[in-house]
């Protein structure tokens, strides 16, 4: 157990009581994906806390889902709800791998190494009554090419004026929530607008989300599945959809966000 996490938890035992349950996509990550679990498991062990890690395999083919059933065999806190054979799109593994999460609170993160939950110990280690609903990452130097970066600045730009959230960068993967808050939501998106999707339908539920900053690492292996152009196209189609589905629940013609 790290310094850090021994003092914090020394000063909230309660932390203790607190369950964590870690909900990340996963496709086509073998280089990494070991790396990335072992290192998810050392961490939660150290804090010292009950917890979770829920993997969704999103049809991944090159070996990935080998893999996980290793980790899943070793580990008893580690499991793959996937459906191996389809490819469904990151949105949709995610919110599986979320239904099937029993924790407290929910982290969010990418399988491919660019985030770390080391960023969220002190967080963990604080949380008491007075918590914040949830917890939205935004990343300090996002490791990625000048039109990755200068989309994300436009989407945030985007969304401030579409739906008068301003938070930092709505997009970033790495996050932490309410179970029974985010499992209430209706996600819609497949793809890579889901981190916004929920940032919007928490604001628009009047949930309390503080923000923290995150290291955002290059990666050490594989690529990235994100086109830009298309990913950019189907981003602004769901923006609008989603504006148009707020418009209509506030004017209480649909019950559900």
Known sequence: ?????????AQNPA????RISVASPVYNEAET??????????????????????????GSRDGTGDILARLSAEFPN???????DINRGYGYAISLAIRECRGDYIITID?????QLEDLAEIINSLGD???????????????????VAADRCLNLIVRMLFFV??????????????????????????????????????ALGAQLAEFPVHHLERSGGQSK??????????????????MRLWVWRRKLIREL
């Open 78 to 84: 580690v499991r793959d709800v996937g459906e191996p």
């Open 130 to 148: 007075g918590a914040p609903d949830g917890f939205a990452g935004y990343r300090v130097r996002k490791q990625d090419s000048f039109l990755r």
């Open 33 to 58: 994906i070991e790396k990335t679990v072992r290192g998810w498991v050392r961490f939660l062990d150290a804090l010292d806390v009950p917890s979770e890690i829920i993997l969704c395999n999103d």
């Open 226 to 243: 994100l086109k830009l152009w298309r990913t950019g196209f189907h981003m602004l189609w769901f923006l609008v959809y989603l504006r």
């Open 166 to 203: 301003s938070m930092r960068d709505t997009n970033c993967a790495l996050k932490m929530i309410r179970r029974e808050l985010l499992q209430k939501l209706r996600l819609e998106s497949n793809g890579y607008p889901f981190p916004t999707e929920v940032c919007i339908k928490l604001h």
């Open 15 to 18: 932390v203790n009581a607190i």
């Open 111 to 115: 399988s491919d190494g660019q985030f």
């Open 1 to 9: 157990m790290s310094p850090v996490t021994e003092n914090a938890s």
